[in-house]
């Protein structure tokens, strides 16, 4: 007997075998196409698996693309909130600025205020000090006396009206 190939001596054998890996390739949902052999491979190809999984996967892409979009969308509206948020904070500390300088030219004017009106009741003391001598004063000639309180009473008048001016009236 002569050697014969392989498949001239069995042809009843490696066409059912084929067609048995073939057909498992083809119940297999999961057609991992790094995975599997070749025959794997043609039943998957064969039976749309490998079109299905990368429907699948392409589906699962867009979805993750979409996820990653509206996160990028959320991220620059947060951005922008932030940076909206920074310039209210700088215009308000802007604004804080000016009003404490306010407030300090406001105290420096008060205190000038104080101590002018002090500066004035000092001086009016002083005026009806010198009143109160001028009426006790018995030695000096009456023309004298009543020129001096006239100049006193004049005087204490100009205190009085800054007194009201210094008051706001």
């Known amino acids: 007997m002569s050697a014969k190939p392989f498949s001239d001596s069995r042809p009843g054998i490696v066409l059912p075998a084929a067609l048995a890996v073939w057909v498992s390739g083809c119940a297999t949902t999961d057609c991992d196409p790094g995975q599997g052999g070749f ?4 039943g998957c190809s064969a039976s749309g698996s490998y ?15 979409q996820t990653q979009a509206g996160l990028q969308s959320r991220y620059a509206q947060a951005n922008q909130a932030a940076i ?26 008060l205190a000038q205020s104080k101590s002018k009106k002090k500066d004035l009741s000092r001086e009016i003391r002083s005026v009806q000090n010198q009143l109160d001598l001028l009426k006790a004063d018995t030695m000096s000639p009456r023309a004298e006396l009543d020129k001096r309180r006239a100049e006193l009473d004049r005087r204490l008048k100009e205190l009085e009206r800054e007194v009201d001016l210094a008051r706001g009236k």
């Open 39 to 42: 025959f794997r491979g043609l």
């Open 51 to 65: 079109g299905q999984r990368q429907q699948q996967m392409q589906a699962s892409l867009d979805r993750e693309q």
């Open 84 to 109: 909206e948020s920074d310039a209210q904070r700088q215009a308000a500390e802007e604004e804080y600025a000016g009003l404490q300088r306010d407030i300090d030219a406001l105290n420096a004017r």
